[in-house]
């Protein structure tokens, strides 16, 4: 996609500077090769609609709905783009455009139409296409197809709202005072259960032998998961689960082998065993993590969409739910990460930006981060007391790394905000309708992560 738009943008350039439908093109170009979804979205609201090119209009759309978890938008807008558009899509652009509408088409819970229209999309292309390429779309087709067979994410409450406790778990070396939420009030098919909520986590994990012990259903379709490395693991559904007062029938889990292939990390991996994360949070529409009572609360009616939500989160390309926010004045992408067991990580630009500050408030060290599939070494500093703002609200953070090399498995955002900075702040929001982040401040003035 990138390098379409990169070229479409360079085109624009060579028009006459006195047309308005340039500007709008050129700036919509932009925002697409940026991967600025919240400019993209502003610049489509803003645009007369007759002043974008009738590919881009349609092909924003797409985009719009797809980052910023607007289906209603993007599934009528991507059969547009097939239809009448497709004159204007190069191979990549037709497969990423393909995925995406099946993504979407998936999350409205309709997996049937999804796998039918990527087995189109794909007997129409193959002959194109690499080995890899068609193992890749394969792999998507295997999921939905298998996922058709059920109807993922029924949810129904036994009250108006739902309040799920959650306790405070040290993991790792006590020295560090790493820590994750782990919920314990909840079953899978009728037996008790424990398990981490991890914000961070695009999918539900669990380990092979809890999938066993659980009887969860295997289902003919592999997925790989992203942690310090690249994990292969089977798909699997519980048919069942309770969380408080609150059922869900025939959740999606990815069965791994819950290890970091190391040693000495393996000791503390059991945290990772069973985990659900960002893909329960878009169906339940509406969470409030409470860090001061230690609940997660939520409405069995969420609220309506807004008529013209200004979302502050938006979808990365690998699905990470990332929300503006700024560290040391900085803006940037944050990924709002529970299953990150300590205040957060910066990347390199940060420390390219601010090079003069860090070097004379930090001294050079090293940090060793062990996550499903890996271990990985990597220089950095350490910084004391950054201010981080997040929802409208500000924290001090006693202390977060700054990366002087890149992210290790090639995340597309800026900050990675783990839950020890999380937990300075009171309750935070999610509101998955508007795609908008909410955070409250703490009723304690020390702004120090508690115990």
């Known amino acids: ?102 993504m979407d ?69 006590a020295k560090y005072g790493s820590l994750l939420m782990r919920i314990d009030d909840c079953t899978i098919n009728g037996m008790p259960a424990s398990m981490t909520f991890d914000t961070g986590a695009g999918v539900n994990i669990i380990s092979d032998s809890l999938a066993a012990e ?23 559904i519980a048919k069942e689960l309770k969380l408080g007062g609150m059922t869900i029938t025939d959740v999606p889990f990815t069965v791994l082998t819950i290890t970091a292939n190391n040693e000495e990390a393996d000791r503390y991996m059991d945290c990772l065993d069973l985990v659900i994360g960002s893909e329960l949070m878009l169906q339940l529409k509406d969470v409030t993590i409470d860090f001061t009572n230690r609940r997660i609360e939520i409405p069995s009616t969420p609220p309506s969409r807004s008529d013209n939500p200004l979302s502050n989160i938006c979808f990365s390309s690998q699905m990470n739910l990332l929300a503006k926010g700024y560290v040391h004045g900085s803006p940037m992408l944050m990924n709002i990460d529970t299953g990150n067991a300590s205040f957060g990580e910066l990347d390199k630009k940060f420390f390219e930006d601010n090079r003069e500050f860090v070097t004379s408030r930090a001294q050079p060290d090293s940090i060793r981060m062990a996550g499903i599939g890996g271990v990985h070494i990597s220089k950095c500093y350490r910084i004391p007391d950054l201010v981080a703002t997040l929802g409208g609200n500000s924290v001090t953070v006693p202390e977060m790394t700054v990366r002087l090399q890149g992210n290790p498995i090639g995340m597309d955002y800026e900050c990675n905000l783990g839950l020890r900075s999380l937990m300075l702040f009171d309750k935070i929001r999610f509101n998955m309708e508007d795609f908008t982040l909410s955070t409250f401040p703490s009723p304690s003035s020390s702004n120090s992560a508690p115990n």
């Open 214 to 236: 659980y009887g969860l259903i295997p289902l003919d379709a592999s997925q790989k998961v992203g942690g310090m490395g690249i994990q292969g693991g089977r798909l699997a």
């Open 105 to 173: 088409l998936s999350r409205t819970g309709d997996n049937a139409t999804a796998a039918s229209m990527l087995t189109s999309i794909l007997d129409a292309t193959r002959e194109h296409l690499d080995s890899a390429a068609i193992a890749g779309m394969q792999k998507y087709v295997d999921q939905y197809s298998a996922l058709s067979a059920y109807k993922p994410y029924g949810i129904s409450f036994s009250s108006p709202v739902t309040s799920i406790p959650f306790r405070y778990m040290p993991v790792g070396p």
């Open 1 to 102: 996609m990138k390098k379409f738009l990169a070229i479409l943008f360079t085109t624009l350039l060579w028009m006459p500077p006195f047309s308005h439908a340039q500007k709008y093109d050129e700036q919509i170009a932009d925002a697409m090769n940026k991967g600025d979804w919240f400019a993209l979205d502003s610049v489509y609201r803003s645009a007369p609609k007759d002043s974008i090119w009738d590919f881009l209009e349609v092909y924003s759309r797409c985009l719009i709905g797809n980052r910023l978890n607007r289906p209603d938008v993007s599934i009528p807008a991507f059969a547009e783009l097939f239809n009448t558009q497709s004159a204007n899509l190069d191979l990549g652009n037709m497969l990423n455009s393909s995925v995406m509408f099946a």
